[in-house]
């Protein structure tokens, strides 16, 4: 007879072939070392956001990441944090390897910088607790799932609850087209949300109400982010 795998033996493996976890953001993590980005180190961390979210201009990136004072955080779960001054975290690096991705609060100053996927009412309480999005959660627009817009396996999307304009976590899709149009299964890996480490580090800011009345579900609300209110 064959002998019985070791107890958790099979989630580790599974664990090993995905690699490190994504939740990078679920403990506290510590910063192990930070350096100021040199003139061509920042330029080349600007084209690549530039290459990697075409809704940012230069503009918005001077401002978010002026010349002489960004530095590099360098995380013990293998992150990379850009941080202008004292500022909180502007964009972080999921595992050093270049896939940049906006910090919440960067992107409820700029909400259209990157495209969405607007969740159904009760499901923001789900992706809070540590869960990825399941694509049943999906509000499908009333032009169908063509109105969601064209997606790819890998293609960095938001976020948002119906009702507010300001999104609670970012992520990747891990589905191809014809997969995600079926609506089944899950849809979108999170790399950060709402509530996590990373969104404490930058210093528990809440852009309006609808993510402040409740501890674990994110509701609908108009009210406009002003930032430093």
Known sequence: ALAAAPRGSNREARRARRGP???MYKKQFAV?????????????LKTQLCDQFPGLDEK?????????????????????????????PCFFDAEGRGELYPCLGTLWQFPYM???????????????NGADLM???VAVPANGVVGLGSVSKGQKRCIKVQGNPYAIA???ILVNQSQFEKLKGKGLEVLHVFRD??????????PNAGFAEKEDEVLACADEYVPGA
């Open 170 to 172: 970012v992520g990747k």
């Open 114 to 128: 990157m495209p969405e996927l607007t969740v159904h009412d009760g499901v923001s309480k789900f992706v809070l």
């Open 135 to 137: 694509l049943p959660g």
């Open 21 to 23: 976890c994504p939740r």
């Open 32 to 44: 192990q070392a930070q350096n100021l980005l040199s003139k061509k180190d920042l330029k080349t």
């Open 197 to 206: 480490a990373l969104w404490a580090y930058g210093g528990k800011i809440v």
């Open 60 to 88: 918005t990136l001077d401002q978010l990441l002026p010349e002489g004072a960004v530095k590099v955080l360098k995380l013990d779960n293998r992150c990379l944090l850009y941080v202008n001054g004292d500022q909180p």
